[in-house]
């Protein structure tokens, strides 16, 4: 249905929303199925979401079409 925010989303889930499992921690587990290494530090905000992508992977930045 429609989420909170602009062209957001919320979609129906099993899980259950709390403060240590949100969005950013479904999304780290994610990452981690798809073989980035163990974490070290929760993840709790899209911050922290980032650092952890940033360590198994590549930032890919679409070129300028000007």
Not at 39 to 47: H, I, S
Request: charged share 20%; aromatic share 10%; with cysteine.
């Amino acid at each position: 249905g429609p989420g909170l925010y602009g062209d957001s989303r919320f979609y129906q889930s099993h899980e259950t929303y709390h403060l240590f499992n949100n969005c950013n921690a479904w999304t780290d587990r994610a990452l981690q199925i798809a073989g980035c290494p163990p974490k070290t530090a929760p993840v709790f905000t899209v911050d922290d979401l980032m650092a952890r992508a940033r360590t198994c992977g590549k930032v890919i930045q679409s070129q300028s079409s000007d």
